[in-house]
Each structure stands twice: as C-alpha cells, then as structure tokens.
T-cell receptor, first 112, second 109 residues
C-alpha cells in the first residue's frame, strides 16, 4: 500500500524567508496530493492541492511542486509571516473514494 | 456551500464511562465520512470511514465503534472508555479531498 514520508519534522525560519516541506510517496498510482495546515486546537484545513497532470500549482505565497518520476512533492511558502506558524501535513491518494495516506506532519515555526 | 459540525469541542470523561461524539455535514449528499484521532503533537490516525449509510470500515481495532444512521451523520462511540482513548478526535467528509470539523478534545480521567 501507499506510504508517505514527510520531512523535516520541525522547520524554523526567519520571518520573510522561504520555507520548503518535502514529501515522498511509494504508490505510483497516487494522483492527488493535498497539503493541510493545522493551527493549535483546530482541525486541519486544506490549503493547496495538486493532481498528477500538472507539475506545479501556485496560490499567492504558497506553491506545490510535483515530480512523478521521483515520487515526491513539496510545499513552498514564500515571504513567511507569523501566521504561517502551524503544523503542515501532506497526503497522497489514488483518487476519489480512496483513502488519503498522510505524512507525519511538519511543525513550522516563524521567528520574528 | 458545505459545512461540517462536530461536537462537543471538549469533553472530560471518567474511565469506564460511555462515549458518543456526533458529526453532521450539510450542503452535500452521500459524502464519504471519516473519524480520525490525533495524539498530542502527533499525526492523523484514521479510525473509521464510511462510503454510505450503514457502511463502516474500521482501520484500527480498538475500544471504539462508529455508526452512520443517516446520510450526513456520523457517530463515534465507546461502551467503556480507557485512559488510552484520550486524544483529539476529528470528523471529516470528502470524496478525494478531506474537509475537517473543528475537533473534540477528549480527556479520559
């Protein structure tokens, strides 16, 4: 079955710098890759996702890149702000009605 | 638009007591429904999922059970809570994506 590994487990960056979180997956049938942001005491929120027919997707300061050959995808946050501090989860799925397989999470700390 | 409601937000229960957490979804029909548990500082553990009324799949054998009595209602239950059942419980709906409720912080004492 699918296995998703996420690195790093903790990432500390200076406010204004960029942050990159990486995930690798094992099942070549996976074609949907979402990223979630979880703030303390709240449920995870979908912030961006990508499907395997595209290599990159951008939404303001957030972007996700996908390399299907290498089976890895990354979350890029530019011009980080204090409100970006949270735990970020990646996931992978073969598609609709299949389970999302989750990474272990990355705690992102933005230093003022 | 679709919304998901999960309650209560926090719950403190004694060991051996029963549990019932409820989740409802509005604005969609026949959603996939999920219950996750999250230990402090840890990742998401899928407990149960349902693709339709009365259909429940269990991912982790444990002291908990789930039921889906209506299309957009998902209930997590236990007959007798254990200390190890403490955690943050999250309900979610979706088909490919997952949209989460705000969670229930359960403390078993």
């Amino acid at each position: 079955g699918e296995n998703v590994e996420q690195h790093p487990s903790t990432l500390s960056v200076q406010e204004g710098d960029s942050a990159v979180i990486k995930c690798t997956y094992s099942d070549s049938a996976s074609n949907y890759f979402p990223w979630y942001k979880q703030e303390l005491g709240k449920g995870p929120q979908l912030i961006i996702d990508i499907r395997s027919n595209v290599g990159e997707k951008k939404d303001q300061r957030i972007a996700v890149t996908l390399n299907k050959t290498a089976k890895h995808f990354s979350l890029h946050i530019t011009e980080t702000q204090p409100e970006d501090s949270a735990v970020y989860f990646c996931a992978a799925s073969p598609g609709s009605n299949y389970q999302l397989i989750w990474g272990a999470g990355t705690k992102l700390i933005i230093k003022p | 638009s679709q919304t998901i409601h999960q309650w209560p937000a926090t719950l403190v229960q004694p060991v051996g007591s029963p549990l019932s957490l409820e989740c409802t979804v509005e604005g969609t029909s026949n959603p996939n429904l999920y219950w996750y548990r999250q230990a402090a500082g840890r990742g998401l553990q899928l407990l149960f999922y349902s693709v339709g009324i009365g259909q429940i799949s269990s991912e982790v054998p444990q002291n908990l059970s789930a039921s889906r009595p209506q299309d957009r209602q998902f209930i997590l239950s236990s007959k007798k809570l254990l200390l190890s059942d403490s955690g943050f419980y999250l309900c979610a709906w979706g088909r490919t994506e997952a949209f989460f409720g705000q969670g229930t912080r359960l403390t078993v004492v």
